[in-house]
């Protein structure tokens, strides 16, 4: 019999829906921050909707500071400058405002801007988090323009260490931002590619969260719920961005997502995260070109859970019905079929290959695979999407 002994952790406040952006002034002041540091990415810094938002901050005659030094995939350095402007600015809190990229790394400049230890002493591993002096830890409010990551519910941010070139999770319960702004028309910007591919990203946590082994009834009732919402809505977001509803739908279901993956990822992020660190990929476009081969592979242990998610979905033929649902989806939305559609010059000596597994079979997200990702099984899932092998 299943353990019935579990630990759940729910997210935060947030203000859901078109427009509500306008409400920051006030969120800001409910967290007690007087002067905080607005941290993007250097492409939304360009687009109006930071212009419009930054003027909402001038209206209410708030000090803040711009800091949008952060790569897609950030890394350590884009870390160090942005507590530099933090301190520098005698900032008392972090506005985190874009993609995962942007809401990771903000949240990481609150977390780490007073720390003495190192970031990577705070890895995700055990109960290292207790080592932060949880006193200097900044308010954080999270409004995220893309629908993927759900890094705005989350605990946790992704820093890539630039000498081991290897994605680490920096944990603390207090990286959870105070409030989140959900606003679905801040995503209406989002070219087809990122909607695509953050999209994805949203379904592969509620799958993979939905798929971990472990009592979980809550995670598995919000995945269930999120997986149908993205079937449902992300070809509309794909095919038509102002579509408000179905962007809607997109984020609360990448929110649902990141609620659920609590519960456990598995080896589509386990893959995935080696191939974004070696090859600076988009993270939940990578996700997608995983996904039916690791579906394909887990199939012996999920088949009766992926019946009964198919039928919640409305979809006919149990798994076989599901997995030809994914692949269709991936076809609409134009997800590289194989590695090397997403990676021009793919093409891994069997050194590299070696690598990759090694790096997905110690990846924390590992362990939440229902099948045990073996070396071999890396190997083999590395090879299936490389070659394009899919078979359920
Ligand atoms: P991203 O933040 O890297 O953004 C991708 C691109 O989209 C950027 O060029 C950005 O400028 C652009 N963009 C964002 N919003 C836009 C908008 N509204 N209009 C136009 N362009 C827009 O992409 P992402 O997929 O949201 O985040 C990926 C990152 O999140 C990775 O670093 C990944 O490791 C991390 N991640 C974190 C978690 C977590 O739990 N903390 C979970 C999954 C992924």
């Known amino acids: 019999m299943t353990n019935l002994v579990s630990k759940w952790n729910f997210p935060t406040t947030v203000r859901f829906g078109a427009g509500r952006v306008k409400e920051l002034p006030d969120v800001l002041k409910d967290a007690g921050i007087s002067n905080p540091l607005f941290v993007t990415d250097p492409g939304l810094a360009r687009l109006p909707v930071v212009a419009s938002t930054l003027a909402l901050l001038d209206e209410a005659k708030l000090p803040h500071g711009v800091f949008s030094d952060v790569r897609p995939n950030p890394v350590e350095s884009n870390l160090t400058a942005g507590i530099e402007a933090f301190r520098n600015g005698g900032h008392d809190g972090v506005i985190a405002f874009g993609g995962g990229s942007a809401l990771d790394l903000g949240k990481l400049i609150a977390f780490q801007a007073g720390q003495t230890r190192p970031v990577w002493d705070f890895e995700d591993i055990g109960d290292w988090w207790t080592r932060a002096d949880a006193g200097a830890i900044a308010p954080i409010v999270a409004v995220p323009t893309t629908a993927g990551t759900g890094s705005e519910v989350g605990r946790a941010g992704v820093l890539t260490n630039e ?30 590619f990122i909607t695509a591919g953050t999209g994805m990203d949203a379904l592969a946590h509620c799958l993979e969260a939905y798929c971990a082994p472990g009592y979980h009834p809550m995670a598995d009732g919000i995945a ?36 659920a993956f609590q519960k456990g990822l598995g080896a589509i992020h386990s893959l995935s995260h080696p191939i974004g660190a070696l090859y600076d990929t988009h993270h939940g476009m990578t996700n997608a070109v995983f996904m039916p081969y690791v579906l394909a592979f887990n199939r012996p242990a999920i088949e009766a859970r992926i019946d009964r998610l198919a039928a919640w979905c409305g979809i ?38 070696e690598l990759i597994a090694d790096m997905a079979i110690v990846d924390p997200t590992a362990g939440g695979n229902p099948v045990e990702l073996t070396r071999q099984a890396a190997l083999d899932l590395l090879e299936a999407a490389i070659e394009g092998r899919v078979a359920a």
């Open 163 to 192: 000498a081991t070139h290897t994605k680490k999770v920096i944990f603390h319960p207090k990286m959870l931002p105070a409030t989140v702004i959900a606003d679905p028309e801040l995503t209406v910007g989002m070219p087809p």
């Open 316 to 353: 006919k033929g149990g798994f076989d019905g599901f997995f030809d649902a994914i692949m269709k989806l991936r076809a609409d939305l134009a997800v590289p079929a194989t590695l090397p559609d997403l990676i021009e010059g793919f093409a891994p000596d069997p050194a590299r290959k």
């Open 224 to 259: 269930v719920e999120g997986v149908r919402l993205v079937l449902e809505n992300l070809p509309k977001a794909y095919g038509d961005g102002s579509d408000l509803t179905a962007r809607a739908h997109m984020m609360s279901a990448a929110a649902m997502g990141a609620t």
